[in-house]
């Protein structure tokens, strides 16, 4: 992540790495599902979709805790943004 001053350029920085991992990840889920190995499907999902969390708590928060359990996150980012 590029560190540049000004909250919203460290913020759009957040966005376009989150957003570029998570990507990436997904990319990597739909593979693993053309290949049919769904361990790994699940395994990249899961982190595309936690890296897309931390994406938004960042973006618009500047800040993110270190959690891994999607269900907490869901529920720390639908403060933010209920959509």
Known sequence: ???VAGGGEVA?????DGFETAGQFYR????AVADGVPEVAA?????AT?????CLLLTLTLYSLKSHTLSFLR???ER????
């Open 1 to 3: 992540m590029l560190a």
């Open 12 to 16: 759009r920085g957040y966005y376009e």
């Open 28 to 31: 990597q889920f739909e593979r």
């Open 43 to 47: 395994f990249d999902l899961h982190q």
């Open 50 to 54: 936690e890296r897309l969390h931390h």
């Open 75 to 77: 529920a720390q980012a």
């Open 80 to 83: 933010l943004a209920p959509d």
